[in-house]
């Protein structure tokens, strides 16, 4: 299984930026996938993610209302559609699947011991 993530740049405050990942070595329809992400000097954090079966979506509270997790499970691909964009969203992006399908249970779904597949990353700055 590898994770290619991509669309990441640099943008000024207040835009907006995709990002995507895709996914090959099989389908994952079923399987939770999320974003993770790493500023510097910082440590991984937990971005979005959604749950096995696409129903369930779950967000840091600093992106909440903001970013919009989603998958299109035909293309394999994963998306992170983020607006407003500050600064303080200056970071590598990490998406992530688990190798499960179904659902986690929601206290695990922000967990990086939940993903057992990590993609490369992908930077995104957020700067005048």
């Known amino acids: 299984v590898q994770l290619q993530a991509s669309g990441g740049g640099l943008v000024q405050p207040g835009r907006s930026l995709r990002i995507s990942c895709a996914a090959s070595?099989?389908?994952?329809?079923?399987?939770?996938v999320g974003w993770f992400r790493q500023a510097p000097g910082k440590e991984r954090e937990f971005v979005a993610a959604v749950n096995g079966g696409g129903r369930e979506k779950f967000y840091a509270d600093s992106v909440k209302g903001r970013f919009a997790i989603s998958r299109d499970s035909v293309k394999n691909t994963m998306y992170l559609e983020m607006t407003n964009l500050k600064p303080e969203d200056t970071a590598i992006y990490y998406c992530?699947?688990?190798?499960?399908?179904?659902?986690?249970?929601?206290?695990?779904?922000?967990?990086?011991?939940?993903?057992?597949?990590w993609g490369q990353g992908t930077q995104v700055t957020v700067s005048s």
């Open positions: 070595g099989g389908t994952f329809s079923s399987n939770a």
């Open positions: 992530a699947l688990r190798s499960r399908p179904y659902r986690v249970v929601i206290s695990a779904i922000a967990s990086e011991s939940t993903y057992d597949y």
